[in-house]
T-cell receptor, first 112, second 114 residues
Framework: AQSVAQPEDQVNVAEGNPLTVKCTYS??????LFWYVQYPNRGLQFLLK??????LVKGSYGFEAEFNKSQTSFHLKKPSALVSDSALYFC??????????FGAGTRLTVKP | ETGVTQSPTHLIKTRGQQVTLRCSSQ?????VSWYQQALGQGPQFIFQ???????GRGNFPPRFSGLQFPNYSSELNVNALELDDSALYLC?????????????FGPGTRLTVL
């Protein structure tokens, strides 16, 4: 069965600095990988996905993620963080059986 | 905001009762998934419906059941409520059931079991 790990409960960065939120996964076949963001009292909002092709995936709000097959990682990145990026971020992996597994989440705090 | 709506927003029940949560999928989407998100955790997959048929199920007991209707809206039913069922229940719709289809989430229903 597939699984996903987000090794950091919390990430703190200063506004304007680059940010990285880490994710590693385990899946038996080809992975479908996703990043979602959750703001307080809201549902999850889709940011980006990797299915196949280019290892660098660009998504909403200036976020991007790099798929690394050898390290089984799919880290979320942004070159310049904004205070409004502060939220809870979830990595998710899906196999071909359509069972989507989410990580425990990483709370990103961007300080002015 | 996605086009996925859920009702009710909040619900308080007592142990042993039954509850029905509702979800309207985004226009054009034929697949609905349900998730349970306990406080401080990531969403846990309950089950998925594709064109009115169950298309996958997570590690939840049979007292969690669902339905999908011809208009692709969906219900989650939970019988014999337990205290640990207190959580945010999320519904997500997608264009189809294929693994690469992203899911669009509703705002959730906050269930409290006393």
């Amino acid at each position: 069965a597939q699984s996903v790990a987000q090794p950091e409960d919390q990430v703190n960065v200063a506004e304007g600095n680059p940010l990285t939120v880490k994710c590693t996964y385990s899946v038996s076949g080809n992975p479908y990988l996703f990043w979602y963001v959750q703001y307080p009292n809201r549902g999850l909002q889709f940011l980006l996905k990797y299915i196949t092709g280019d290892n660098l995936v660009k998504g909403s709000y200036g976020f991007e993620a790099e798929f690394n097959k050898s390290q089984t990682s799919f880290h979320l990145k942004k070159p310049s963080a904004l205070v409004s990026d502060s939220a809870l971020y979830f990595c998710a992996v899906r196999d071909e059986d359509n069972d989507m597994r989410f990580g425990a989440g990483t709370r990103l705090t961007v300080k002015p | 905001e996605t086009g996925v709506t859920q009702s009710p927003t909040h619900l308080i029940k007592t142990r042993g009762q039954q509850v029905t949560l509702r979800c309207s999928s985004q226009s054009g989407h034929n697949t609905v998934s349900w998730y349970q998100q306990a406080l401080g955790q990531g969403p846990q997959f309950i089950f998925q419906y594709y064109r009115e048929e169950e298309n996958g199920r997570g590690n939840f007991p049979p007292r969690f059941s669902g339905l999908q209707f011809p208009n692709y809206s969906s219900e989650l039913n939970v019988n014999a409520l337990e205290l640990d069922d207190s959580a945010l229940y999320l519904c997500a719709s997608s264009l189809s059931r294929g693994g690469g289809n992203e899911q669009f989430f509703g705002p959730g229903t906050r269930l409290t079991v006393l």
